[in-house]
């Protein structure tokens, strides 16, 4: 079967977090040089195709060609990559790091610059998932159109959540999936995250009124922080399947949970 390309929306994506540079670690070669041409090329993480690098037959072309399977590097580093007989110096992990590591920096700065002059929850309109193959790969089908519904009531309540408070909601899903937990005490958090009693009481207020999370009174000066379960199972999903979790809550892809 014949290998399909990146669309043309794949590739503006792709190269909008290059920052007009390779993505390999300390290469200072320019992607497009002053006159315009096109320097760069873009490199697959699993090969397009069977005998290439680090190919992967589970995978479909679809797949293959997605923006997750791609990034774009100079053209020395593309060939460096690409050589068969380097496959073992460049595994998939460890180009998945280089294009996650070079991308954020691009991507941070593009939501600091939404923020600052655009209602930045309207920025990017959300993707619902569809089938839940690969989240919901253990669940019946019972269950699976119970957690599309629990996921889609979810969304609709996310897209509204300013995207600061979307941030810190994602810190506090990852202290609880790390620790095993699904209520945070506020002083920990206060500490934790160095920030003030204030600005940790506007946050987590927003995040309260638009239903993803709230605070539990213990009495005696003690609180704990709750989200909603989607939060907590999500995050945990995009650890194990390697997804930045930005790309879901931030940039509100939710049809990588379909895989």
């Given at each position: 079967?014949?290998?399909?390309?990146?669309?043309?929306?794949?590739?503006?994506?792709?190269?909008?977090?290059?920052g007009?540079?390779?993505?390999?670690?300390?290469?200072?070669?320019?992607?497009?040089?002053?006159?315009?041409?096109?320097?760069?090329?873009?490199?697959?993480?699993?090969?397009?195709?069977k005998?290439?690098?680090?190919y992967?037959?589970?995978?479909?072309?679809?797949?293959?060609?997605?923006?997750?399977?791609?990034?774009?590097?100079?053209?020395?580093?593309?060939?460096?990559?690409?050589d068969?007989?380097?496959?073992?110096?460049?595994?998939?992990?460890?180009?998945?790091?280089?294009?996650?590591?070079?991308?954020?920096?691009?991507?941070?700065?593009?939501?600091?610059?939404?923020?600052?002059?655009?209602?930045?929850?309207?920025?990017?309109?959300?993707?619902?998932p569809?089938?839940?193959?690969e989240?919901?790969?253990?669940?019946?089908?019972?269950?699976?159109?119970?957690?599309l519904?629990?996921?889609?009531?979810?969304?609709?309540?996310?897209?509204?959540?300013?995207?600061k408070?979307?941030?810190?909601?994602?810190?506090?899903?990852?202290?609880?999936?790390?620790?095993?937990?699904?209520?945070?005490?506020?002083?920990?958090?206060?500490?934790?995250f160095?920030?003030?009693?204030?600005?940790?009481?506007?946050?987590?207020?927003?995040i309260?009124?638009?239903?993803?999370?709230?605070?539990i009174?213990?009495?005696?000066?003690?609180?704990?922080?709750?989200?909603?379960?989607?939060?907590?199972?999500?995050?945990?999903y995009?650890?194990?399947?390697?997804?930045?979790?930005?790309?879901?809550?931030?940039?509100?892809?939710?049809?990588?949970l379909?895989?």
């Amino acid at each position: 079967m014949t290998r399909l390309p990146p669309t043309p929306s794949t590739i503006k994506k792709l190269f909008a977090y290059t920052g007009n540079q390779c993505a390999m670690t300390n290469c200072t070669e320019l992607l497009v040089d002053p006159s315009g041409t096109m320097l760069g090329k873009i490199a697959h993480i699993h090969a397009a195709e069977k005998g290439g690098p680090r190919y992967l037959d589970t995978m479909t072309d679809d797949e293959r060609r997605a923006e997750a399977n791609l990034f774009i590097v100079c053209g020395k580093h593309h060939d460096i990559i690409d050589d068969k007989s380097n496959e073992a110096d460049w595994p998939a992990e460890k180009l998945r790091a280089l294009k996650k590591a070079h991308e954020a920096r691009f991507k941070k700065a593009e939501r600091q610059l939404i923020e600052q002059f655009v209602d930045s929850t309207q920025t990017n309109q959300p993707v619902y998932p569809k089938t839940l193959k690969e989240y919901g790969k253990a669940l019946e089908e019972e269950s699976i159109q119970r957690e599309l519904k629990d996921i889609t009531s979810f969304i609709d309540k996310l897209r509204e959540l300013p995207l600061k408070e979307r941030l810190f909601a994602i810190k506090l899903a990852e202290r609880m999936v790390r620790n095993d937990t699904d209520e945070l005490d506020a002083h920990t958090v206060l500490s934790a995250f160095n920030i003030g009693r204030g600005k940790f009481q506007t946050m987590v207020r927003i995040i309260e009124d638009h239903g993803l999370g709230h605070i539990i009174d213990r009495g005696y000066n003690q609180a704990g922080v709750v989200l909603n379960d989607e939060w907590l199972k999500i995050y945990a999903y995009c650890k194990e399947a390697n997804i930045p979790p930005e790309e879901i809550f931030i940039d509100m892809d939710f049809g990588l949970l379909d895989g």
